[in-house]
Structure formats: C-alpha cells, structure tokens
C-alpha cells in the first residue's frame, strides 16, 4: 500500500498544474469580412518527439523547434481544419512563432482570411486528442460574439455571427473552471493536506464528526475566500507578481502544511496559514484568464466570476468524493501511518515542483 501511494504521488506530479488547453483567438471585421486567427498551441507533448531533440540532449530549445517548424505546421494543419461552406481554408504563410508561458513553450499560428461569411465558416479540431484525452481547445471569438469549448467528444465549431448571452458565457467558463481545478493537481494535493487535520481530531476524539465537519466548512471557505480575492485582483489587472514566483510559492505552501501534517502540528493548519496560501493559490488560478485575452470589461468579469464558480464547483466536488474516504480511514489501525505516508508523499512531491519551478532541474 505504502509503494502504490508513492508511486500514485511522484506519477502525479509529473503532471501538476500542466496547461491542457490550447487557445484560438478570433477577430473578425464585419464591413471588410477579415476573419484574423491567432492559434496559441501549447506544443509540450509535440517536444516528446525524438524527431525534435537533434541533439539528444533530453532538452526541446528555440532553435530545434525553429528548425522543425514545418513538422509542427504540417501536425497544425492536419489537425486544424478551416472550412468556408465545403472549401478547406489553407493555413500556408501563416506567421509561426516561439514564446514561453509558465514552464511550457507555445507556438503562436497567425493568419488572416478574406471575404469570410462568419455564418458559413466551420472548425474540425482534432489536435493532441490522440496523445492526451483531457485536451481542449479554447475558442474565444470577440467579445461580444462569444467563446467556446472543444474537447475530444466535442471537435466541432460552427462560427456565427450571433453574439451569445450573458449566461451561455457564463457556462463556458463555469465548466473551464471545473476542467481547471480537476487538473490543477497541485491545488488538489493542498486541499487534501488541509483536509487531513480535521479529520486527525474525529480519529483521536478530539472532536465529535459534528464539530469536524464544521471546521472543514471553515477552512474551505477561508481557501475559497482568498483565492476568489486574489483571483479577482490579477484578473483585473491590478497587480500580477510573477508567474515562476507564484508556481514556487504553491509548491512551497504545500510543503509546509504537509509538513506540519507529518510532525502532527495539525492545530496549525489553522484559517490564518490557509487564508495566506489561499492567496497564493488564486494567482496561480488567474494565468488561466490572462492567457485566455478578453478585452471588454463586462464580458471579462463574467468570464471572471464564472471561472471562479467553476473551481468552487470542482473543489467541492473533490472534497465530497475524498471526505468519506478519509472518514473510513478512521477505522483503521494504521491511520495515522497512513496520514504520515500522504503527507510525507506529499512533501516529496512539493519539494522536486519546487526545485522544479525554480529552476534547478
């Protein structure tokens, strides 16, 4: 048991906090009917190829991707398929360009149309499906005209010239903000580390399941309330520390609070640390909205507060599906073992995300 929850911790972190989605902007001029593209591919699964790696360094640089642009633009235009009623939209001459966000590379695809009919023009996406099931592509189409979410079930996209209603947008970045807490496997880890010492108190009766329960409201809903806070704060633009910065800092919160889980200091996984990590939490949270380039304010704000729903929804989901679990443990004679395994597992993970994100691997 003890080797299978390891090995389930370090195969997890392998994944933390990865971007699965790639993004497609759109802006379109109804007088002139210029449909401009830009098409942000999150390229890290590409990297994978040994086709790439020249070298054989284990390392994908600018310049290999450079040098085997076409692979990627030949993969791109497989996979990405404009159609203008039954004609293919050809992707040649586009401008392909290399940036980093976070620790993982994008290529940006930018090419424009002319004598686009919005109403006639139609997507078959089918990239990176085959390599990973989670993937999705964020459509985000204007303003005022909308956005929309295309994963393996779902590959199709008819463009229109209807502008959506505050509520289908609403819908679309409550089910993001879902999709994002489910894979936010780092925020997952600290939920289940602040979890833990609620459920230490019932196991030792130290407190009834009663009282349990309603500390784990409280320290959920501080979570809640400061990553909502910060989440609104670099959303709007107000103040944006550091992404390397934040990603360090998450990691580094789960390690102390894993920590302090493993030297059974669990009265201090208290509201004030979880309030102050929170915060911390909420910014990682919000690169998720600025990547995702919503000008108009009115429309931002309701895809702030519906991506902030979302991941309330997708938290408590998780806390409902992990609590009975964690309940039953209580029964067990190797309990607290097992709490000792979770959080020091947990702390080994923390700590190879953080030597990761700082750059020393």
Same mark, same amino acid.
């Given at each position: 048991? =003890?080797?299978? +929850?390891?090995?389930?911790? @370090? ?204 500390? +784990? ?15 609104? =704060? ?78 309330? @929804? ?48």
């Amino acid at each position: 048991m =003890i080797r299978i +929850i390891s090995l389930l911790l @370090i195969t997890l972190s392998l994944y933390a906090h990865q971007m699965r989605e790639n993004y497609l902007h759109i802006h379109y001029n109804e007088k002139t009917e210029v449909f401009k593209m830009e098409l942000e591919v999150e390229s890290r699964l590409l990297e994978n190829e040994a086709i790439m790696d020249d070298n054989h360094n284990g390392i994908i640089s600018y310049k290999e991707l450079r040098a085997h642009k076409e692979y990627l633009y030949d993969y791109t235009e497989q996979h990405f398929k404009l159609f203008l009623d039954s004609r293919a939209l050809s992707l040649k001459n586009a401008s392909i360009v290399f940036h980093r966000y976070k620790s993982q590379t994008y290529m940006t695809i930018t090419k424009s149309f002319k004598n686009i009919n919005l109403n006639s023009l139609k997507l078959d996406y089918s990239m990176f499906f085959e390599l990973e099931k989670k993937h999705k592509l964020l459509i985000h189409l204007d303003d005022s005209r909308g956005d929309y979410i295309l994963d393996a079930n779902n590959r199709i996209y008819n463009f229109s010239s209807f502008k959506i209603t505050f509520f289908e947008r609403l819908k679309i970045f409550v089910k993001d903000g879902v999709f994002h807490i489910l894979d936010g496997l780092d925020h997952l880890l600290f939920v289940l580390m602040i979890l833990l010492p609620s459920i230490v108190l019932i196991q030792k009766r130290e407190k009834n399941f009663s009282a349990s329960l309603i500390n +784990i409201l409280k320290i959920v809903t501080t979570f809640s309330l400061a990553h909502s806070i910060t989440l609104f =704060i670099s959303g709007v633009g107000f103040y944006k520390p550091s992404v390397p910065f934040i990603e360090s800092a998450i990691a580094l919160s789960i390690f102390i609070v894993a920590f302090m889980n493993f030297i059974a200091k669990y009265n201090h996984v208290n509201k004030k640390i979880v309030f102050v990590f929170g915060l911390l939490h909420g910014f990682g949270f919000a690169n998720v909205l600025e990547i995702a380039k919503i000008d108009s304010t009115s429309e931002f704000l309701t895809a702030l507060f519906g991506f902030n729903l979302g991941v309330e @929804i997708g938290q408590i989901f998780v806390i409902l599906l992990i609590l009975p679990f964690l309940y039953l443990l209580t029964k067990s004679k190797i309990f607290l073992v097992t709490i000792k395994l979770l959080s020091f597992s947990a702390m080994v993970v923390s700590a190879y995300w953080f030597i990761q994100r700082v750059g020393l691997v």
